[in-house]
């Protein structure tokens, strides 16, 4: 849980599919998907799939993000795929953050090359392990709004430490008195004013960080029903339900982040360093807990860099489709070529993993 709050600290035209993007300044034109073996699938999504792949000039392991342009380009989230990438960009310097290191395409695919991080999902061990943070305020520092908090979005790394990853639906340019709008995020953990359709700021990830840390006690996000108007009613109306049986640390913390009303919820004041002094967190030594000192309090046991046991089968079963290896050629003869326009960039950083 501490590692994930020192994370917190710190959507162009329409196209068709085949169309080049404009490499930028910071392009690498000799990336290619045969540069890799694609060895297995470990995630999926609405536009493509993660793969597990060996870059074979140095036999070392990475995480690719696979995106179909056609799929992207009929949804129209063009842009919400260059806020991702941009998120990644500035993300380079937090360790509990996941890092990209290169993203490259070809005519059809867009691929972001990433850290794989082999711990396996905070909600893969959600229920055999009650361990968990300062990436939302960084995040926050950057000016950007996360939005999509959730334990599938919580990466635990070969040591136990969090990971924060998938950036596809964070907000760029959110100022600490700037608010936005757009209806978005996962229905277990969306905030009463994202609800309410009403402007909304920061304070919405303090709530989603709220209904995270809520799952992790009590097994279920607060409010939870198979009944998704009963619980966005509960979420609306109903008081938060407290357990007996909890410290009064932790429940004051619940119902600080769980908060209703966004002016008077853990962080409306200060963001993040209204958590980082909660009473909850009074023992943790900040600096040793963002240069991973701390020893997290489970250790996925990973076997090797390429360990997938903690991946769930449902992807690691899947064969890798052939089509992610192949680099066709361009076509100079189509005319948008900004739909993606910047999204190729080669990291000078090293990875924190």
């Given at each position: 849980?501490?590692?994930?709050?020192?994370?917190?600290?710190?959507?162009?035209?329409?196209?068709?599919?085949?169309?080049?993007?404009?490499?930028?300044?910071?392009?690498?034109?000799?990336?290619?998907?045969?540069?890799?073996?694609?060895?297995?699938?470990?995630?999926?999504?609405?536009?493509?799939?993660?793969?597990?792949?060996?870059?074979?000039?140095?036999?070392?392991?990475?995480?690719?993000?696979?995106?179909?342009?056609?799929?992207?380009?009929?949804?129209?989230?063009?842009?919400?795929?260059?806020?991702?990438?941009?998120?990644?960009?500035?993300?380079?310097?937090?360790?509990?953050?996941?890092?990209?290191?290169?993203?490259?395409?070809?005519?059809?695919?867009?691929?972001?090359?990433?850290?794989?991080?082999?711990?396996?999902?905070?909600?893969?061990?959600?229920?055999?392990?009650?361990?968990?943070?300062?990436?939302?305020?960084?995040?926050?520092?950057?000016?950007?709004?996360?939005?999509?908090?959730?334990?599938?979005?919580?990466?635990?790394?070969?040591?136990?430490?969090?990971?924060?990853?998938?950036?596809?639906?964070?907000?760029?340019?959110?100022?600490?008195?700037?608010?936005?709008?757009?209806?978005?995020?996962?229905?277990?953990?969306?905030?009463?004013?994202?609800?309410r359709k009403q402007p909304y700021d920061r304070t919405v990830d303090w709530w989603c960080l709220g209904a995270v840390l809520y799952e992790m006690i009590y097994s279920l996000?607060?409010?939870?029903?198979?009944?998704?108007?009963?619980?966005?009613?509960?979420?609306?109306?109903?008081?938060?339900?407290?357990?007996?049986?909890?410290?009064?640390?932790?429940?004051?913390?619940?119902?600080?982040?769980?908060?209703?009303?966004?002016?008077?919820?853990?962080?409306?004041?200060?963001?993040?360093?209204?958590?980082?002094?909660?009473?909850?967190?009074?023992?943790?030594?900040?600096?040793?807990l963002y240069h991973k000192r701390i020893t997290p309090p489970y250790n996925p046991n990973v076997k090797g860099p390429a360990d997938t046991q903690h991946i769930d089968p449902e992807f690691t079963r899947e064969m890798v489709p052939s089509s992610?290896?192949?680099?066709?050629?361009?076509?100079?003869?189509?005319?948008?070529?900004?739909?993606?326009?910047?999204?190729?960039?080669?990291?000078?950083?090293?990875?924190?993993?």
């Amino acid at each position: 849980l501490y590692s994930f709050f020192s994370f917190l600290q710190q959507r162009s035209p329409a196209s068709t599919s085949g169309d080049e993007v404009n490499l930028g300044p910071s392009a690498n034109p000799h990336a290619r998907p045969t540069d890799f073996d694609f060895l297995a699938v470990i995630g999926k999504g609405t536009f493509g799939k993660v793969l597990l792949a060996k870059l074979k000039a140095d036999n070392k392991f990475y995480a690719i993000k696979v995106l179909q342009k056609k799929v992207i380009l009929k949804k129209k989230e063009q842009k919400n795929i260059m806020a991702e990438r941009n998120v990644l960009l500035k993300s380079l310097t937090h360790p509990f953050l996941v890092g990209l290191h290169y993203s490259f395409q070809t005519p059809e695919k867009l691929y972001f090359v990433l850290d794989y991080v082999n711990g396996g999902e905070l909600f893969f061990h959600l229920q055999r392990e009650r361990c968990f943070s300062d990436a939302i305020g960084y995040l926050h520092s950057l000016n950007i709004v996360y939005r999509d908090l959730k334990p599938e979005n919580i990466l635990l790394d070969a040591q136990g430490h969090v990971v924060l990853t998938d950036f596809g639906l964070c907000k760029e340019g959110i100022e600490a008195e700037s608010t936005t709008s757009t209806f978005c995020g996962t229905p277990e953990y969306l905030a009463p004013e994202v609800l309410r359709k009403q402007p909304y700021d920061r304070t919405v990830d303090w709530w989603c960080l709220g209904a995270v840390l809520y799952e992790m006690i009590y097994s279920l996000p607060p409010f939870y029903s198979r009944d998704i108007s009963e619980m966005y009613d509960g979420i609306l109306h109903k008081p938060l339900p407290l357990r007996p049986g909890k410290s009064e640390a932790v429940c004051s913390l619940l119902v600080g982040l769980l908060q209703k009303d966004q002016n008077r919820r853990l962080g409306a004041i200060a963001d993040f360093l209204e958590i980082k002094n909660h009473v909850f967190f009074l023992p943790i030594n900040w600096d040793d807990l963002y240069h991973k000192r701390i020893t997290p309090p489970y250790n996925p046991n990973v076997k090797g860099p390429a360990d997938t046991q903690h991946i769930d089968p449902e992807f690691t079963r899947e064969m890798v489709p052939s089509s992610v290896s192949r680099t066709p050629e361009f076509n100079a003869s189509t005319s948008s070529n900004n739909a993606f326009n910047g999204f190729s960039f080669v990291s000078n950083e090293d990875s924190f993993l």
